[in-house]
């Protein structure tokens, strides 16, 4: 959505990624559950969700999905459940409490469901549905549901409880302070939320990039750390933090101690906004992914926010500087990549031009303080329009280099001069310039037998140093498709640029041969013909083909030098 984030995608550094949805499927299904009473469950889950059975399908959130799903694997479809029991009131989710409530209208009153995160509904319990009737919830009963919710998190399932408790009539105040109280447990359901095959496989190219990914999630810290090991983000449970665990933190010693986190369960949206404010504290470029209103405030912090295409709301995608279409961590990866490649491009393009109009300027500087003429005004109009121009928007198409996620990420102030391009936009000027004052005076000597300067102009000589700079920039395009690699070791080929080649070599040969074209070019001898034979014409692709082995060598001895230095840093 916004193109200065092309260029942020290659620094990123720090990938803080939400779990459902983004490294997971998004596709949950109960697996798993533990109640005294499995229709009871079922109803109440069921009940106390916003999603909706269609043609025996749900139709909703996805974990509310799965809810209905399992109560109509009950054969206690919801519209049933419904007609029977009629919603009347609600207190709806919310991430602070963490659970929400339903109140439903049936024969004998008012019975309320509630569902969330099992540890802050058994908080809010003081009774158990047991062996068919209300006890007293003791202490072993707490004990045992919690065992059964860390098993099922440590199983990488995602737990939700539920509760209910019978009113006479409707409450006059539904508020959740009011009515979210001394409940009566139920049970839990697990669910599986498969992650993505394809994550996996990105998490290890983030590695290998130099990038961190994080994993935020409001799930339990147990089903957190399982999947997020799983994924390879995290190999001990150590790495993982709970959102509460955060609050007792200050600044400095969050500071201190964040890089020892990759995983953050139970966080709340604020908690998310101080994670990438801390990164960035750390001079961090940090990217942030979201899909609800609440995350607008952390993708807003992030220096690349992430909105989701799919669950996203508008409010985020709005605020987010990049939208997934598939709402896919993998996606983010695959983006960073472009990022670097872009950018690539770029330097490429850069270095390109430069060095070819440097090589003109040294060129027709040469010529001008010797007093011939090398090139003519309309010579170079045609260089600049014909030879510059294509091959450099062919650079720009140039597919990412094989090793361009095995760098580490490019610092946000580095210059577009650095790792060498200024060097070589001055040495590759020369090198030009240098093969195309050797094409002119081949030209000269091949008609005099000598070198002589006639009037300080001669047709041959600038026909053959035309030819050879028009050809030299298109060869030398070719050396700039990598800045460090040899182009003999690339297994990609740029089509464009060999059309761009090849349509170069056509134009240029056309001005030099079509009669009248090649007259208005300055490009005819006195008797009207063209100036240049055919074996000069090969001589000056020859002369303009030596750019490649010369930068060839170049980029040698650079490699070796970064070998040598590698080995010493190494030592």
């Known amino acids: 959505r916004k193109m200065t984030a092309v260029e942020t995608l290659g620094c990123a550094e720090i990938i803080c990624s939400d779990k459902t949805g983004t490294l997971t499927q998004n596709k949950m299904t109960v697996v798993e559950d533990y109640t005294f009473d499995k229709p009871l469950l079922a109803t109440a889950m069921a009940l106390c969700s916003d999603?909706?059975?269609?043609?025996?399908?749900?139709?909703?959130?996805?974990?509310?999905?799965?809810?209905?799903?399992?109560?109509?694997?009950?054969?206690?479809?919801?519209d049933t459940l419904e007609e029977a029991q009629p919603r009347i009131a609600e207190a709806p989710f919310d991430s602070m409490r963490k659970m929400m409530s339903t109140l439903h209208k049936t024969d004998t009153g008012v019975i309320q469901y509630t569902k969330g995160a099992p540890d802050e509904i058994v908080a809010r319990c003081d009774r158990i549905w047991k062996e068919g009737k209300i006890l007293p919830m003791s202490d072993k009963d707490?004990?045992?549901?919690?065992?059964?919710?860390?098993?099922?998190?440590?199983?990488?399932?995602?737990?939700?409880?539920?509760?209910?408790?019978?009113?006479?009539?409707?409450?006059?105040?539904?508020?959740?302070?009011?009515?979210?109280?001394?409940?009566?447990?139920?049970?839990?359901?697990?669910?599986?939320?498969?992650?993505?095959?394809?994550?996996i496989d990105a998490i290890a190219q983030c590695r290998t990039a130099g990038i961190r990914p994080i994993m935020i999630t409001g799930d339990h810290i147990d089903t957190a750390v399982a999947i997020a090991k799983q994924l390879g983000i995290i190999t001990d449970a150590s790495q993982a933090l709970l959102g509460a665990k955060l609050d007792e933190m200050s600044d400095e010693e969050f500071e201190k101690t964040i890089a020892n986190y990759s995983v953050y369960a139970r966080v709340q949206p604020e908690h998310k906004v101080r994670i990438v404010t801390t990164w960035k504290k750390l001079g961090k470029v940090c990217a942030m992914t979201g899909d609800g209103v609440n995350d607008a405030p952390s993708i807003k912090s992030a220096d690349i926010g992430v909105g989701m295409g799919i669950t996203g709301t508008d409010v985020t995608k709005n605020t987010a500087d990049m939208v997934l279409a598939d709402d896919n961590f993998a996606t983010i990866v695959a983006a960073v990549g472009e990022g670097r490649r872009i950018y690539d491009n770029i330097r490429k393009c850069i270095q390109f031009l430069l060095s070819s109009n440097l090589a003109e300027v040294i060129a027709i500087f040469v010529a001008t303080m010797c007093g011939f003429t090398l090139l003519k005004p309309?010579?170079?109009?045609?260089?600049?329009?014909?030879?510059?121009?294509?091959?450099?928007?062919?650079?720009?198409?140039?597919?990412?280099?094989?090793?361009?996620?095995?760098?580490?990420?490019?610092?946000?102030?580095?210059?577009?001069?650095?790792?060498?391009?200024?060097?070589?936009v001055a040495l590759h000027g020369?090198?030009?310039?240098?093969?195309?004052?050797?094409?002119?005076?081949?030209?000269?000597?091949?008609?005099?037998?000598?070198?002589?300067?006639?009037?300080?102009?001669n047709a041959q000589g600038i026909t053959m140093a035309f030819l050879t700079m028009s050809m030299t920039e298109i060869f030398h395009a070719y050396n700039n498709r990598s800045s460090e690699h040899s182009i003999f070791t690339l297994h990609s080929h740029n089509k464009i640029l060999w059309f761009a080649m090849i349509g170069s070599l056509a134009l240029t040969t056309a001005v030099i041969y079509i009669p009248g074209v090649n007259d208005a070019f300055g490009f005819v001898d006195a008797n009207g013909q063209g100036v240049i034979s055919f074996a000069e014409y090969v001589i000056a692709l020859a002369l303009a083909f030596a750019i490649i082995p010369i930068v060839e060598l170049q980029k040698l001895v650079v490699r070796a030098v970064k070998r040598g230095k590698a080995k010493k840093i190494k030592a």
């Open 142 to 199: 707490r004990k045992e549901i919690l065992a059964h919710n860390a098993e099922m998190a440590n199983n990488a399932l995602r737990v939700l409880a539920a509760a209910f408790t019978e009113y006479q009539a409707l409450p006059e105040d539904v508020s959740p302070e009011k009515i979210e109280r001394n409940l009566v447990f139920v049970g839990l359901c697990g669910m599986i939320d498969p992650v993505r095959p394809e994550v």
């Open 51 to 78: 999603a909706t059975l269609v043609e025996g399908k749900a139709v909703g959130e996805p974990t509310e999905c799965a809810l209905v799903n399992y109560a109509n694997e009950n054969e206690l479809p919801k």
């Open 430 to 457: 020369v090198f030009v310039a240098l093969i195309t004052l050797a094409a002119y005076f081949v030209g000269v000597y091949m008609e005099n037998g000598f070198i002589e300067f006639v009037d300080g102009h």
């Open 378 to 424: 309309a010579h170079l109009l045609w260089i600049n329009l014909v030879t510059d121009t294509i091959p450099a928007i062919a650079l720009g198409a140039e597919r990412a280099e094989k090793d361009i996620m095995s760098r580490a990420p490019r610092s946000k102030n580095e210059g577009i001069f650095a790792h060498g391009l200024g060097l070589n």
